[in-house]
Each structure stands twice: as C-alpha cells, then as structure tokens.
C-alpha cells in the first residue's frame, strides 16, 4: 500500500486497481499519498490515513446504533468495536486495503438505506431534493464499495433490498436514475481498469494502464531462481489434510465438517476477540488432531463455545426480528392501517434484518469459498475475510434488552436471572475485549524492537553494497518501503520457487543482477531451504549475520 502512494504522489501514476490484486480499489493508497504530503512517506502516515477511515466507521457506527436501536446500545457497541485482540486491532490500523473500507462503505450504506426507508412517504409526489441527494450518494457509496473490496457485497445488496422494498414508490421518479448514475460514478474506476487493459492480461495484473510489465502465469515467463539444482530431487508429497477423528478420507461430508469447526473453533474466536479467553500460537490452532495436547484442547473447547455463542445470538436475533414483522404484519390485516409509530417501528426492525442477513451471507460465503480464503485449512489467517461482520455488533448486543420485553409477563425471579446472565456475559465480554487491549499494549516494546532491526538490516545491505536481493513477502515489500526504494527484492516462497512480486520491476531488475543476494529471516524455514539447496556449494556464497537476518550473496 505504502509503495502505491509513493507511486501516486512522486511518481505521478494514477493507480486504479491494488498491485498484484485486480480485484481490489486503492483508497488507501490515495489517502496514504495524502498524508505523505504532510508528514512524510512515513509508516505513521500510511497509518494515518487507515486510522481516518476506522475513526469514521465508529463514528457512522454510533448514528446507526442511536437510529435503529438505542443510545445505551451505541456507546456499547464502540466500547466492543474500540476494544480487542491483537489480531482485531492489527485488522483495523494495518494499510493492506480492503477492511476498513468494508466496515466504512457497510455501515454507511446501512444508515443511508435505513434513513431512506424510515423517510419514505407515499403521500408525497415526487421525492424532494435531499432525498434525490440521498439516492444519489448511496448509489455512489455502493460503487465506491464494491471498487474498494468485493467482500462488501452483501452489504450493499442487503440495504439495496431495503430500498426496494419501502421505496418501490417512488421507482417512476429520477431515483432509479440516480441511484445507477451514483453507482457508475463510484464504480467508474473498475470499468476504466478493464476498458484500457486487454482482458488477457488482466489476471494479476500489477500495474494498472500498461505502465509496466504484468505477471503472467505461463512456464515461458516464470523466472528461475539463481540456486544450485539439488542432486536428489523428492518426490513431492501432498500436504496432510485437516483432521478428523477416524479416517476422514471416507467421510464425503469431512471437508464440509472442517469448514464449520474451522469457523466456529478459530476463524470466529480470532475475528471477534474470543482468543484472549485462552491464548494458543495460530499455527497451533488449526489443524487439531487426538495428538494435539489436553491444554489445546481445552482451549479450542473454550474458542469453540465462544464462536456457538455468537451464532446462538445471531440466530436469537434473526428469529426475534422476524417474529416481531409476523405479528406487526398479521395485525396490519386484521385490523386499520397502524399508525406512524408502528409503521416506523416495522421500518427500523426490516433495516435491521438487511444487516443481521447481510452477516449471514458474509458467513455464508466465507463457510463456502475456495480452499485457500476457507477456513478449511487457514481459519486463523482468513478470519480477516469476515471483517464486516463488525457492523452487526448493534443488532447482537439489543437481543440481549429484547429477551427481557419477551419475559415481562413471566415471573419476576427468571426475568431477575436472565437479566443477571445477560449483565455478566456484557461485562464478561468487555473483560476479555480489555484483557486483549492490554496484552496488545504490553507488545510495544517488542514492536520497538523489530522496527530497530528493520533500520538497522536496511542500514547493514547499503553499507555491504547489497541493493538487490531475493527475500520473503513481508520482509521485501517493508524494506523497499523503509529505505524510500533504494533497495529492491524479488519474493521467494518457502520452496525458494517466485512468489507474488507485486511490482514487476523490481522482480526484472533482481533476476537481471548475477550479484543479487538471499535474505531470510534467522531460523525460518527458508533458511533451512536454502542451505539445504547449496549443500556442496557453500563456498560460492559469502554470509553474514545483520540482527535477525542471514545473508547471502555470491562470491
């Protein structure tokens, strides 16, 4: 993201579409490009920009909350959303696109379709000039949205349903009109990127408008990594599968079986702070086996009941909101037109089923996509994926006054009780939330430190001459950053075979320099490919040690 708005800003580039990733806009990259103008090409204002964004989601969050439940409810819902794991706050303040644009274009596409539906009037001819604005801005919104990230699509659907069904009205007016012209505008980008590029090259692609080379997936063009070809060459094996107790190969039902416990036990504990109530490395969580530890295993229990608990209370909430719409519906036909109150009511209980059902579709789809963004074999990592999950934080937290209202008639010790559980289990998930912050903050100076060793790595390559060199993903793309592109690197995956270099360029300048050096983190898997790979050959390489970095370059 950093090196798109250093593209953008003193490189004069118009970038439309994320490098290596043509599916995704570059917000980011603009806002980064304008605090850049500010403060500097700073990590603090790449952040800056991705802090605006989560600070304006919050803040559309509260109206929400304050429109379509209650303003107890609002505060609630920025005391959890504020508070976290630090897999939750690494999600909000990382500039790697996409999430919080999510959260923000979802939210406001909520507030923006409920405002509509809430203020539709039948009496009234035509719509008046705000609400035409307002046609016009979600429409806007909505293109802007699925430019941004695709993973918002449900909730511009949902909302977009919303409209239909309390605006249907007004369809012979300028809204329809509006509402497509908004959405071209904001979408105009995607349609510019796909006008321009052949539709052949648009796979991966990583430069927008020809500017540079674009990767190709052919063997033809796919670069060989300057390494001795090992003499024994094994047989690749395929990666053991996630487990199921007995012999999953002969159960047809196994893969749909780890999806759910993947999401349940992992990928829904990581995204909402569940985590902190029994800490496990990632790499622990998943796959489980009989062989994982009893302390494992009690945590992923405990991970387990905590993901059960909040589809529990999305369900109670579906079904809570659903039976309210019944018997306003039902009473509407038995009896005279209801009045206003009732009619508004109705409104903001259909604004909030679009969000509840728009978190189940994002489920949905997450539960049901291809291997590799699944929770089949990576909950952990692509818990992100279920980000805009966020936004239904509100429609969560009102089951819990909602149960209350359905007890009022039931006798006074079970309303006292359930109101007691619903009071400790509120307290008990902002203890964790808090618990999660805390250990967050203690990491600081641990981050200090490996931002100390980046400077210092970047400072030890320029002082030994090494401006190329072929590294892992997040190394490469931090220290091109870091040392304002001086250095440039090529992205090697842990089979040292090319991996995704986001700006071609660079990976043409590494794979041209018969000088190139190998940097790999100290004890990483790569290094231990790598020096199994030049077993015999070692004296045509020299090495050093900078921090917590190997270095190797040719003699």
């Known amino acids: 993201m950093g090196l798109m708005a250093r593209d953008i800003l003193y490189h004069g580039k118009f970038v439309v579409m994320y490098y290596g990733q043509d599916y995704m806009g570059t917000l980011q990259a603009y806002l980064g490009a304008l605090f850049f103008n500010v403060f500097g090409p700073t990590v603090f204002a790449l952040r800056f920009g991705v802090v605006l964004e989560l600070t304006c989601f919050l803040v559309v969050m509260y109206i929400l909350s304050c429109l379509l439940y209650t303003r107890l409810v609002g505060i609630l819902s920025l005391a959890l959303l504020s508070l976290g794991s630090s897999e939750m706050l690494h999600n909000h303040v990382f500039a790697g696109g996409g999430s919080n644009e999510v959260l923000l274009f979802g939210a406001l596409l909520s507030l923006l379709a409920a405002h509509l539906a809430l203020n539709a009037s039948h009496t009234r001819p035509t719509p008046t000039r705000r609400r035409y604005a307002s046609f016009a801005c979600w429409g806007l919104l909505a293109g802007l949205a699925i430019w941004s990230d695709p993973l918002v699509l449900p909730f511009v659907v949902m909302p977009g349903v919303l409209i239909l069904r309390y605006c249907w009205h007004e369809r012979k007016s300028l809204a329809p009109f509006l509402v497509t012209l908004g959405f071209l505008i904001g979408f105009s980008p995607y349609l510019i990127f796909f006008a321009t ?94 062989h994982s530890s009893p302390q494992l295993l009690q945590c992923s229990a405990i991970h387990g009941l905590w993901g059960l608990g909040l589809i529990l209370l999305w369900g109670c909430a579906v079904w809570l909101t659903i039976r309210w719409l019944r018997t306003y519906r039902r009473q509407t036909r038995q009896q005279a037109p209801p009045d206003e109150t009732m009619q508004r009511q109705a409104s903001i209980r259909s604004a909030r089923l679009t969000i509840l059902v728009a978190a189940g579709l994002t489920t949905l789809i997450y539960g049901v996509s291809s291997v590799s963004t699944s929770p089949l074999l990576h909950p952990w990592n692509n818990a992100r994926y279920l980000i805009a999950l966020d936004i239904a934080t509100p429609s969560l937290l009102i089951v819990l006054w909602e149960m209350l209202d359905i007890l009022k008639g039931s006798p006074r010790f079970l309303r006292h009780f359930v109101a007691g559980v619903n009071v400790v289990t509120l307290l008990g998930v902002l203890v964790v939330l808090a618990q999660g912050t805390l250990t967050t903050l203690s990491l600081r100076a641990t981050v200090q430190r490996a931002n100390v060793q980046q400077s210092q790595l970047v400072a030890g390559l320029e002082n030994q001459g090494i401006r190329r060199f072929y590294t892992d993903y997040w190394t490469c793309n931090r220290l091109v950053f870091v040392s304002q592109e001086s250095l440039t690197c090529a992205v090697l995956d842990d089979r040292l075979q090319p991996s995704l270099d986001r700006i071609w360029s660079y990976r043409t300048l590494v794979y041209s320099d018969p000088r190139a050096a190998f940097v790999f983190p100290n004890n990483s898997s790569m290094l231990k490919a790598f020096i199994q790979r030049i077993a015999g050959h070692e004296q045509a390489f020299t090495h050093s040690v900078i921090g917590s970095y190997v270095v190797y370059w040719p003699v």
Do not use: Y
Not at 204 to 221: C, D, G, I, W
Not at 225 to 233: D, G, Q, R, Y
Not at 247 to 262: I, M, S, V
């Open 197 to 290: 590029v052949p539709r052949e090259q648009v796979t991966n692609r990583l430069l927008p408008f020809s500017a540079q080379l674009q990767l190709v997936h052919t063997p033809e063009k796919t670069p060989v990594v300057p390494l001795p070809i090992p003499e024994h060459t094994q047989q690749a094996t395929q990666p053991a599968s996630p487990i199921l107790p007995g012999d999953q190969q002969a159960l047809p039902f196994a893969p749909l079986a780890l999806r759910l416990l993947g999401l349940v036990m992992v990928s829904l504990p990581a995204l909402s702070g569940g985590m902190a109530l029994c800490p496990i490395k990632p790499d622990d969580a998943w796959p489980l086996s009989w």
